[in-house]
């Protein structure tokens, strides 16, 4: 699988877990797609969906970059 399919995988992947949650209130549910990135993603997958946080267009709901956000800065502050 190339780089570019492996990271549409992951935005698509994430934003499926960003759906599930969407009922929920809007910090409630930045919290839980954190919870669940943090849990069961490996930390290699982690890093990659954290590498397009610089795209304006990785495809990433906003609810689903806000969590990907706040997950690379707690993971960088505990480095």
Known sequence: ??????LSRLVYMANQIG?????????????EIEGHIRKFWDPRMRRQIASLLDRE???????VRKA???LNQTLQMSI
């Open 1 to 6: 699988m190339s780089h570019d399919a492996q």
């Open 19 to 31: 759906t599930f949650f969407a009922s929920r209130p809007e910090e409630e549910a930045i919290a």
């Open 57 to 63: 267009d990785s495809g990433l709901s906003p609810r």
């Open 68 to 70: 990907v956000l706040r």
